[in-house]
Each structure stands twice: as C-alpha cells, then as structure tokens.
C-alpha cells in the first residue's frame, strides 16, 4: 500500500524536491497528494506544480484569528486523507487540534533538543559547537520537541557563516528526510513513550 503524504512548505522547497523526486520511483511506497504553503510566491509550490502535485496556501492574515487558520488548514489538509503530513521548511507551529487530526512529522536543522526554533544554523554556530545536523521528528504541542525519528550529523567548520553551515546541513538532511520517509512508508514504524522504530 503506497503512503500519501501532504507537504508543508514555506519557502525554497529543496526538501519538498528531493521528496518529489524518490516519489517518482513506485517502490519508494509514497506519493505526495498535495503540497500545502502558508504563504504565496514561493518556489516551493513552483516545484509542486511543476511536478504537477495541487496546492493550496492558508495564510494567516486571511483568517480573523490564528485559530481559525490553524481550522482552515487542517480542513483542507483532511480534504487529500494523508497518511502522513510532512512539515518541511515550513514555518509555523501547528496547534494541538491540529496534531491530533494529523500525524505530523517535521524536520529542523539542528540536533534536537538542541537549537530549537527558527534559528537553528545560527544558534548552533554561535554556542560554538563542533558538529551539528538536521532532526525528523514526530510533532508536538512544542518547539521542535516532539519524539525523534532520525538524526544526521555534519561538522561545524571554522570558517563557516549561517549560510555555508545550512547548505550543508540541508545536504545531510534531504537525505535523511527521503531515506527516513520512504523507511517509515515501506516498514511501519511505531512510537514507544518517546522512542520511535521503525520496520
Ligand atoms: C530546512 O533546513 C528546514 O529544516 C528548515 O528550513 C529549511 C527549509 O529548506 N526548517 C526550520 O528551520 C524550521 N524550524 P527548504 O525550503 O529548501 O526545504
């Protein structure tokens, strides 16, 4: 049985793409249904239409209250009857309600729990750590807090600026998203308190 997965997405879509691209192979068990955005103009619904997946944008200015959008979304995200919803670059918190319609999973550029947030590269350039990396995790009610699926690990290089440690963070991470997904898709997995197997 083939896994449909709905992205979320709120900028360039580089791991939207990489998830496009093993889609395309039937025996990676997934297909993406829709990709869904908080915002307009951006490349990721670009690729997305490109790869001929509907979309759909929810922006929050839309809506008279957070809530409601936060309503509106999970509305039309139940519309596609997703397996699974795949957070990725996408930049806003999901609420409870919305986690609890949902089995949501996201992946931020940091070895969680470290550098939670939208700063992730920056945080852990700052402190001065010697390796940090990207985390898919199963989403909570928290800030990049919920249980961790898969972690991958790069080293801090000493001439590094934010820009140079993301790029090679998003490397590492496109690979351990698509890896990750399509092991989730294919084998199952399960959560045990905060201990999540896959297969
Ligand atoms: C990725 O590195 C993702 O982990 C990060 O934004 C980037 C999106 O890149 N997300 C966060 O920082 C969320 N806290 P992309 O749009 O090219 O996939």
């Given amino acids: 049985m083939t896994t449909s997965l709905v992205v979320l997405v709120s900028g360039a879509g580089t791991n939207l793409q990489a998830l496009i691209d093993a889609c395309a192979d039937p025996a990676y068990g997934a297909k993406i249904v829709a990709v869904g955005a908080d915002r307009d103009d951006i490349e990721a619904l670009a690729r997305a239409d490109r790869a001929g997946i509907p979309t759909f ?43 609890a319609r949902h089995t949501t999973v996201n992946t931020h550029p940091a070895l969680c729990p470290s550098f939670p947030g939208m700063h992730g590269p920056a945080d852990a350039l700052a402190y001065g750590v010697k390796v940090t990396g990207a985390t898919l995790f199963i989403v909570d009610g928290g800030v990049d807090s919920g249980p961790i699926i898969a972690q991958t690990v790069v080293p801090v290089l000493d001439d590094d600026t934010t820009e140079t440690l993301h790029e090679r963070i998003k490397l590492a991470e496109r690979t351990m998203l698509v890896d990750t997904i399509g092991l989730m898709a294919s084998e199952g997995w399960e959560l045990d308190g905060r201990r999540v197997r896959l297969g």
């Fill in 57 to 99: 944008v929810k922006q929050v200015s839309q809506f008279a209250s957070r809530e409601q959008w936060d309503r509106a979304l999970a509305d039309t995200v139940a519309g596609f009857e997703p397996d699974l919803v795949v957070s990725a670059g996408f930049m806003k918190l999901l609420s409870e309600d919305f986690l």
